[in-house]
């Protein structure tokens, strides 16, 4: 719709869509309305019947099979907003804390001086997706009580995995940002439910899943009625065993191009590596993500979970502090971006 569309003018387009048989969803933006036609079969005639209404801008066919993700439906970016921190506008946002919660000294200890060196929401995992049955699955609610805990310390919002959509309503209760992790990425009924939940959600990338299927399934959860969505590149599996998984990079600027969702970068299940850590925060930077979901734990060598990976608090703190320049010339890229794309 044109900015200027009334309500009226809105409700009306809705009515000739529905009158053709399509199913409606409408994105509302700061300057304008999006309406989204929903459905099988030839659209034409219902598409050439609304961009003769008035105040309709355009008709667009949308040809990739992920509608309300792709950039065609939006062409500006989506700002995700968590506990007020704003994902995918002008700031770079870290994310930062242990693999797991262990315990109240644990997280406390994580939370302040992640905070203090500038991370602006928590991660810690309650529920543990694990290989091996015989490994530490998660505290489960306990985890997410100390996780609360641990927000009412530091003010730092919450970010925690939610492995099946039975505990979807128990941990939007704790979160503020709902972690789908990458082995659940095609949980239908998880996504599904997290459509449903009002919560934003971060979406991972599967271990062996193409962009498009990333991109199928944050489209499962916007088009349940969540486009609170930011996705995460974690590395995936290739031939390669010098690094955990492989990281994507290249696949974040295709991202970019193809969706207007916000991406961030998780170097830690990334490398495996915290040596490698930095220099992929570094490079996540530099190509234009929108923030870092990273791993740093008190005492790494202590980790009940991705202890190699971790980078002890003191690293962390240096990280973020020699990311500084480069998250400068971020924020001069971002406002060109911004110009060019009004
Ligand atoms: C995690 O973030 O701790 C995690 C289990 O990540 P992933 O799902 O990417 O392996
Ligand atoms: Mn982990």
Same mark, same amino acid.
């Given at each position: 719709? #044109?900015?200027?569309?009334?309500?009226?003018?809105?409700?009306?387009?809705?009515?000739?869509?529905?009158?053709? %048989?399509?199913?409606?969803? $409408?994105?509302? +933006?700061? !300057?304008?309305?999006?309406?989204?036609?929903?459905?099988?079969?030839?659209?034409?005639?219902?598409?050439?019947?609304? !961009?003769?209404?008035?105040?309709?801008?355009?008709?667009?066919?949308?040809?990739?099979?992920? #509608?309300?993700?792709?950039?065609?439906?939006?062409? +500006?970016?989506?700002?995700?907003?968590?506990? %007020?921190?704003?994902? +995918?506008?002008?700031?770079?946002?870290?994310?930062?804390?242990?693999?797991?919660?262990?315990?109240?000294?644990?997280?406390?200890?994580?939370?302040?001086?992640?905070?203090?060196?500038?991370?602006?929401?928590?991660?810690?995992?309650?529920?543990?997706?694990?290989?091996?049955?015989?490994?530490f699955q998660g505290l489960e609610e306990e985890g997410?009580?100390?996780?609360?805990?641990?927000?009412?310390?530091?003010?730092? %919002?919450?970010?925690?995995?939610?492995?099946?959509?039975?505990?979807?309503?128990?941990? *939007?209760?704790?979160?503020?940002?709902?972690?789908? +992790?990458?082995?659940?990425?095609?949980?239908? *009924?998880? @996504?599904?439910?997290?459509?449903?939940?009002? #919560?934003?959600?971060?979406?991972?990338?599967?271990? $062996?899943?193409?962009?498009?299927?990333?991109?199928?399934?944050?489209?499962?959860?916007?088009?349940?009625?969540?486009?609170?969505?930011?996705?995460?590149?974690?590395?995936?599996?290739?031939? !390669?065993?010098?690094?955990?998984?492989?990281?994507?990079?290249?696949?974040?600027?295709?991202?970019?191009?193809?969706?207007?969702?916000?991406?961030?970068?998780?170097?830690?299940?990334?490398?495996?590596?915290?040596?490698?850590?930095?220099?992929?925060?570094?490079? *996540?930077? *530099?190509?234009?993500?929108?923030? @870092?979901?990273?791993?740093?734990?008190?005492?790494?060598?202590?980790?009940?979970?991705?202890?190699?990976?971790?980078?002890?608090?003191?690293?962390?703190?240096?990280?973020?502090?020699?990311?500084?320049?480069?998250?400068?010339?971020?924020?001069?890229?971002?406002?060109?971006?911004?110009?060019?794309?009004?």
């Open positions: 719709m #044109k900015p200027r569309a009334t309500k009226q003018e809105i409700q009306h387009v809705i009515e000739r869509i529905e009158e053709f %048989g399509y199913k409606v969803h $409408s994105i509302e +933006g700061e !300057e304008r309305v999006v309406i989204g036609v929903v459905g099988v079969g030839d659209v034409t005639a219902c598409l050439e019947s609304v !961009e003769a209404m008035p105040q309709v801008e355009k008709a667009v066919r949308i040809s990739a099979p992920y #509608k309300f993700v792709s950039r065609e439906f939006r062409p +500006g970016k989506t700002q995700v907003v968590v506990d %007020g921190v704003e994902i +995918g506008g002008d700031e770079f946002v870290v994310m930062a804390g242990p693999c797991s919660v262990e315990n109240e000294k644990q997280i406390l200890h994580a939370a302040e001086e992640v905070a203090r060196a500038g991370a602006r929401l928590l991660r810690g995992g309650a529920f543990k997706p694990r290989t091996s049955p015989y490994d997410l009580k100390l996780l609360a805990r641990a927000r009412e310390a530091t003010g730092l %919002g919450i970010v925690t995995e939610v492995m099946s959509d039975r505990d979807v309503d128990l941990i *939007a209760e704790y979160a503020d940002l709902l972690q789908v +992790g990458a082995r659940n990425m095609q949980n239908f *009924a998880l @996504l599904k439910t997290l459509g449903r939940c009002g #919560k934003p959600v971060l979406l991972k990338r599967g271990l $062996s899943s193409t962009i498009k299927e990333l991109l199928m399934s944050a489209e499962y959860v916007v088009a349940h009625g969540n486009p609170n969505v930011i996705l995460c590149e974690r590395g995936i599996r290739t031939f !390669e065993t010098a690094t955990r998984n492989t990281c994507d990079l290249a696949g974040v600027a295709a991202l970019a191009e193809l969706t207007h969702l916000p991406l961030i970068v998780d170097p830690s299940h990334a490398t495996g590596k915290r040596s490698l850590v930095p220099a992929v925060s570094r490079a *996540a930077v *530099a190509i234009g993500a929108d923030g @870092l979901l990273v791993e740093a734990h008190p005492c790494p060598e202590k980790a009940v979970s991705d202890g190699a990976q971790s980078l002890d608090l003191r690293q962390f703190a240096t990280m973020m502090r020699e990311l500084q320049p480069w998250i400068t010339l971020w924020k001069q890229m971002r406002v060109t971006e911004t110009a060019a794309a009004v």
